[in-house]
């Protein structure tokens, strides 16, 4: 079956770094993408992988590696506003998203 | 100039009744898409359309039966509710079938059926 695993929750602290991290199974593969949703808001976008390696924009990267079917996404000086569910979704090869359940990220001050 | 807009933002409701959740937007894609949020957080495709043909229909009961009139709307109907349909549905859209393309979102629409 297709399955998509990250970590429930995670707690870091204002100003450091977290990685969360993604593992998928997938019947193929057609790009990666990390959301973010705060609470009672709609998810947005945030990054997408295709190819191997690191995408960087701003203070948030996404790294890929399809042959481990893993990626990751590293937020950096983490903020407050920072708290907030990331999801990851694979495109399979009949071009449909599977998600994962998200991992809350809570900031401490 | 909202891009994805779903209407009603809450909905709570007696069971057995049927309700709508209306979606409409204003990017020009190609692809619609209603997906449910249980309590769990887990997001669940239920339908997707593209260019008003049905593409996507997950195992949804036959309660629910979307409607596209056109390409930028799409909207959902609900026969007969059910407690377990209390969740969040949001509509997003996309420029074509969402495994290569971003997702839009809608606000959501809370539905509490009591």
């Known amino acids: 079956g297709q399955n998509i695993d990250q970590p429930t929750e995670m707690t870091a602290t204002e100003g450091a770094i977290v990685q969360i991290n993604c593992t998928y199974q997938t019947s193929g593969f057609n790009g990666l993408f990390w959301y973010q949703q705060h609470a009672g808001e709609a998810p947005t976008f945030l990054s997408y992988?295709?190819l191997d390696g690191l995408e960087e924009k701003g203070r948030f990267s996404s790294f890929l590696s399809r042959s481990k079917g893993y990626s990751y996404l590293l937020l950096k000086e983490l903020q407050m506003k920072d708290s907030a569910s990331y999801l990851c979704?694979?495109?399979?090869?009949?071009?449909?998203?599977?998600w994962g359940a998200g991992t809350k990220l809570i900031i401490k001050p | 100039d909202t891009a994805v807009s779903q209407t009603p933002k809450y909905l709570v409701t007696q069971m057995g009744n049927d309700k709508s959740i209306k979606c409409e937007q204003n990017l020009g894609h190609d692809t619609m898409y209603w997906y449910k949020q249980d309590s769990k957080k887990f997001l669940k495709i239920m339908f997707s359309y593209n260019n008003k043909e049905l593409i996507i229909n997950e195992t949804v009961p036959n309660r629910f039966s979307p409607k596209s009139p056109d390409k930028a709307h799409l909207n959902l109907h609900i026969n007969s509710l059910e407690l377990g349909d209390s969740a969040v549905y949001f509509c997003?859209?996309?420029?074509?079938?969402?495994?290569?393309?971003?997702?839009?979102f809608g606000a959501g629409s809370r539905l509490t059926v009591l």
């Open positions: 997003a859209s996309s420029r074509g079938i969402s495994g290569a393309n971003v997702l839009t």
């Open positions: 992988n295709v």
């Open positions: 979704a694979v495109g399979d090869s009949n071009y449909q998203l599977i």
